[in-house]
């Protein structure tokens, strides 16, 4: 699909070339592209928000306020190409909450592209941070409004309106695109997006970073034109002191610091629109592990208020990190051949050369079955480091179906003697299994009886096939982190996060003691997660009553003392806690009911995706299209003395538009049985395959509809072309048959058969 995007784009800005823009106009210069063997794919991708006029018919394409004789053109595009649209203006507003950003992005586009008697669709392209989440997008025209809402899966079955697959999506897992229907030449578009996503840590600084590097063909090519750039910078993080401003990309004007917050303001005229990201990074200066409490008071479905505590590392590099016992269980099926595979090789080299030599491990890979590097846990010397790192290298995907439970239990059982050390499992997998629950139920239980020093399990998914809510719920209940790749180009990246978040941890067995045997509060985490150099540590839920006034934090440390810290309470003044921790609680309530089987967690999902507008498994993204009439005031009972006595109101009944779903779902056993390589689609049918469905499908209808269309095409999928030929003739024939038996039916209807 970003392949398709980017020929896309560049047929656009070809196209582009046809438009006139006068001669008071200045040239437009714009990014050369690298020759075609050097060109990534990611080169015409949205790089900021973006809005493009979606051209079929290039006949259209014309200045609206100057139309110039243009040459005719034979033809269509199919695909359609994408023109980016230039922009009049935009405001970027960030409001930083400890770990989490909210981003607001309002401007204004024109079509200057298209005549103004017709009209095309636009599609807009919103890219993304760290763990960027979709919160809503708002679209205003001179007729007409549009705005995405979150309805319950039981009220969008009654829509019969249902958009398009490429309507409304991801482009990629960080670039949400959402198309609205013809608008016509010439108009301004306003539109107002709204997003979530992570901050970065890193040896006690929080970093940002906000795609905002706009191309400059999307500069308004009229000199004339008033150009205006904002960025609004807001940052409230209460439970942390000694917050020092770092670094920042853009020419940032403080106006405002008090008791842990802080604003700053850019606002300025420009020539070109911002060509670089929006990057901003703060540090909470101290030096040892801290942590605080924010209270909020909430009036929701669930009429319970809402508690967080934060833990931070601290800044101290030197602190000590726990000896460790490692295994790495890597996914090694067919599916996980090319990419996926080498990045995990690589990741896993690069974890092996940041042990020490105390460190013991083994590697574990595993299809339908189960293969070890070594049969007991090898100390991490330099020696068996290289061996490892040459064994793995050595390993190629294998055929066969997946079996998790093996390999998981092999691991479980070389952790099960661990004394002086702090175990853990690393899994990486690219499919589904049909033991899923059955996995975690043996893993909880196993976890439970080994006591103090049971191993802390990380997972890490890759792509759409596997069931990310299961690796999620297994990462849960044994203290470990979760983290996945949807696109190929990240997994190594994210993978290296992910290790070197588990084997920095510092902090241990963490336990609260006032949720000791407290009813009235629900952590919703059942087990607490270990404490990382590379990431602050948040623990949350609901609480009924009053909260208790002293919270006690205790642990075990790197060098296996213990650790107690007294943590402070605070109200979480202009922190919307409930919006802040909204994404992770979505995705670990859907964890526990998918675990659970429980309708009461999918409906708390469904009831806090549709209030905090986060997409979610038990809900489905609208667009709401209402009208605009023009009424005269006196319809209000008030007149304007001067000026025009009409007010534009909307209509009454908006029509709901139910896009595709965007979840991610909760695995696929078809594909993983099959070994579909993520990012993969269904195998194409080959032409005669074609053939014979077509040929077959008038007299045999009545029959596929009673069958399984999809098991059908898989089968066509896999047959050899002498195969489908002969199946075909014979199928013709058949359906020659069934004609005559048809037509001598309707001429003599009284005959016998």
Not at 257 to 266: D, I, N, P
Not at 515 to 533: G, H, K
Not at 677 to 685: D, I, K, M, V, Y
Request: glycine fraction near 6%.
């Amino acid at each position: 699909m970003a392949e398709d995007f980017a020929k896309a784009v560049e047929d656009g800005l070809k196209l582009a070339k046809r438009v006139y823009l006068g001669k008071d106009s200045r040239t437009v210069a714009r990014r050369m592209a690298p020759p075609l063997m050097e060109r990534s794919t990611n080169w015409y991708l949205p790089s900021a928000p973006m809005v493009y006029a979606v051209i079929s018919d290039p006949r259209m394409v014309d200045n609206p306020d100057m139309p110039s004789y243009q040459p005719y053109v034979h033809g269509m595009y199919d695909p359609p190409a994408l023109i980016p649209l230039q922009m009049m203006g935009v405001n970027l507003n960030v409001d930083c909450y400890v770990d989490t950003a909210i981003i607001g992005v309002s401007g204004t586009w024109r079509i200057h592209c298209v005549m103004g008697s017709r009209s095309c669709d636009c599609l807009i392209a919103v890219p993304m941070g760290n763990q960027g989440s979709i919160l809503g997008v708002e679209v205003d025209l001179p007729t007409k409004s549009y705005v995405t809402q979150l309805i319950g899966e039981q009220e969008s079955k009654g829509i019969g309106k249902i958009a398009r697959p490429e309507d409304g999506g991801f482009l990629k897992p960080h670039i949400f695109t959402l198309t609205i229907p013809q608008i016509d030449g010439g108009t301004n578009i306003s539109i107002k997006l709204r997003w979530s996503q992570k901050l970065s840590y890193n040896a006690g600084r929080f970093s940002l970073t906000v795609p905002f590097c706009f191309p400059e063909y999307v500069t308004p090519a009229i000199k004339k034109i008033s150009k205006k750039e904002k960025i609004e910078l807001n940052v409230n993080s209460s439970v942390a002191n000694g917050i020092l401003c770092k670094a920042a990309s853009h020419p940032l004007k403080e106006i405002r610091r008090h008791e842990g917050k802080f604003s700053f303001l850019y606002e300025a005229e420009i020539f070109k629109w911002s060509n670089t990201d929006f990057c901003f990074s703060y540090s909470v200066s101290s030096g040892n592990i801290f942590g605080g409490i924010l209270l909020q008071s909430l009036y929701d479905y669930d009429q319970r208020d809402m508690f967080c505590i934060y833990l931070f590392p601290g800044s101290e590099k030197n602190r000590k990190v726990f000896k460790k016992e490692v295994v790495f269980v890597v996914d090694i099926s067919e599916s996980m051949q090319g990419r996926p595979l080498e990045s995990t090789k690589s990741a896993i080299s690069a974890a092996l050369s940041k042990l020490s030599p105390e460190d013991s491990f083994n590697i574990i890979a595993f299809s339908n079955e189960a293969f070890q590097f070594s049969t007991s846990m090898e100390l991490a010397s330099k020696d068996a480091i290289e061996r490892a790192s040459a064994w793995i290298s050595t390993k190629y995907t294998v055929g066969g179906s997946t079996n998790l439970f093996i390999p998981l239990r092999k691991a479980a059982d070389m952790l099960s003697n661990t004394c002086d050390s702090i175990p853990m499992i690393f899994l990486v997998t690219d499919g589904s299994v049909k033991d899923e629950r059955n996995i975690c139920h043996w893993m909880q239980k196993r976890l439970t009886n080994q006591g103090v020093l049971s191993p802390s399990i990380h997972t890490f998914g890759i792509g759409s096939f596997c069931n990310h809510y299961f690796l999620r719920m297994l990462a849960m209940i044994g203290r470990g982190e979760y983290d996945a790749a949807f696109d190929l180009d990240s997994i190594e990246v994210q993978m290296n996060k992910l290790f070197s978040k588990g084997l920095s941890t510092v902090l241990t067995n963490i336990t609260i003691d006032a949720f000791d045997d407290r009813e009235e509060i629900e952590v919703y985490s059942s087990r607490i997660p270990d404490l990382s150099l590379e990431s602050p540590l948040t623990i949350y839920g609901r609480y009924q009553g009053s909260f208790p006034d002293n919270l006690k934090v205790t642990g075990i440390l790197g060098d296996l003392s213990s650790f107690t810290m007294d943590l402070k309470i605070q109200r979480a003044k202009d922190i919307p806690l409930d919006s802040v921790l909204a994404r992770r609680q979505i995705d670990l309530l859907t964890a526990q009911a998918w675990f659970s089987e429980n309708k009461r967690f999918e409906e708390e999902v469904a009831k806090l995706s549709i209030q905090t507008c986060n997409i979610s498994e038990y809900t489905r993204m609208t667009l709401l299209e209402k009208n605009k009439m023009l009424k005269t005031l006196k319809h209000f009972g008030a007149w304007k003395k001067k000026g025009d006595p009409h007010i534009v109101v909307e209509s009454e009944l908006p029509e709901m538009i139910l896009l595709q779903r965007l979840s991610v779902g909760f695995g696929d056993l078809i594909a993983t049985a099959e070994n579909i390589r993520p990012g993969s689609q269904e195998p194409e049918l080959p032409e005669v395959a074609k053939i014979f469905i077509k040929t077959t499908s008038n007299y045999f209808g009545g029959i596929c509809n009673r069958c399984c269309c999809m098991g059908c095409s898989r089968c066509c999928s896999k047959m050899n072309n002498q195969c489908a030929t002969t199946l075909t003739q014979l199928c013709t024939a058949l359906a020659c048959i069934g004609c005559l038996h048809c037509c001598s039916q309707s001429c003599c209807p009284n005959q016998d058969d």
